[in-house]
């Protein structure tokens, strides 16, 4: 759809027009704080992907969270949980979820937190 | 570029992420103390929500369909190889709690900073962290020409725990946000150290 706009004409595309329409990735999760990174470079993707999901391959390449994916693609967080859905559906990114929420956080991750911080 | 496939999944490519939020109210330096603490200039992400999900702005019977923005900032600072910690700023309206819930999910705990000047301002932050009992600490911004209080004052007059920690702090320094930071880990783990002698209050 990018073929025919260009800066000029303004921001024509609403930001879900990216998802087709979507609001929800075929899939639960993508935490904030969720890793991202590349697991097959963009040769693999299937030729319905559009520029935003090649360019979130070539993104996380280093891995990054979805919270940064967002902000370097200047897109906001719901669109950019649905184009992880595709690239996950398709293979071509990994996922680092965050420890499960059903605990506490576990003491041994806590003291390596504070031993970061006061290494800093 | 090349064009094979690799899994990342393996080896530290890919690190654990843990979140520690910076809460309080408008202007009281939550972007400061991320930006001064980060290792990358603080980055900002969005969430854009229409009015089914802002329920306080129904307008009954009225056709129309608004856009909100939300905006929360954020900074990463690396533990080590395969550790990272991600510091996000809440955002300060009290109509996206809904955007607290996600935040406060997993997060280790939080700093609520407060303004002496205003310290009503910090007052939903607090009662949110209580009710969801999320383990956070107050820091005092002292911001220049700021009515100095020590902390047993502020503590009486934000009612709180006194358990809780009550640290005075330049957030825009970052050997200061650091030590806030230290003083927030230590907390969670003076909790958690509780709340497992006493197993019949439920994790949180």
């Known amino acids: ?120 | 570029m090349d064009s094979k496939r690799s899994d990342p999944s393996r080896g530290a490519a890919m690190p654990l992420a843990v979140k520690i939020l910076v809460a309080g109210g408008f202007g009281v330096g939550k972007t400061s103390m991320v930006g001064a603490v980060s290792e990358i200039r603080p980055l900002r992400t969005e969430e854009q929500l229409t009015d089914r999900s802002v329920g306080v702005d129904d307008v009954s019977g009225v056709e129309r369909k608004t856009t909100t923005t939300v905006a929360m900032d954020f900074g990463r600072i690396t533990i080590r190889d395969g550790l990272v910690l991600y510091l996000f700023g809440t955002p300060g309206q009290d109509r996206f709690w809904f955007m607290w819930d996600e935040l406060a999910l997993g997060a280790l705990g939080a700093v609520v900073l407060a303004d002496t000047r205003r310290l009503a301002d910090s007052f939903p932050s607090i009662d949110y962290f209580e009710r969801r009992r999320l383990p956070f600490i107050i820091g005092v911004n002292c911001f220049d020409g700021a009515l100095r209080y020590d902390s047993d004052e502020i503590r009486a007059a934000l009612d709180l725990d006194p358990k809780i920690p009550v640290i005075l702090c330049d957030v825009r320094k970052r050997e200061s946000g650091k030590q806030v930071l230290i003083t927030l880990v230590e907390h969670v783990l003076t909790v958690m150290a509780e709340r497992q002698r006493q197993p019949g209050t439920a994790v949180r």
């Open chain 1, 1 to 120: 759809m990018s073929e025919w706009l260009d800066d000029e004409a303004g921001p024509v595309v609403r930001p879900y027009a990216l998802t087709g329409g979507r609001t929800r990735s075929s899939r639960e999760g993508f935490d904030l704080i969720a890793i991202i990174a590349t697991a097959a470079t963009s040769s693999f993707a299937p030729p319905a992907a559009g520029p935003e999901h090649l360019a979130i391959l070539e993104l996380c390449v280093r891995p990054l969270s979805v919270a940064e994916v967002s902000a370097k693609m200047r897109l906001p967080l719901g669109v950019v949980r649905v184009l992880l859905g595709d690239l996950l559906d398709h293979g071509l990114i990994a996922v680092r979820r965050p420890e499960p929420d059903n605990r506490l956080p576990n003491e041994r991750l806590l003291k390596e937190v504070l031993n970061g911080l006061q290494a800093l």
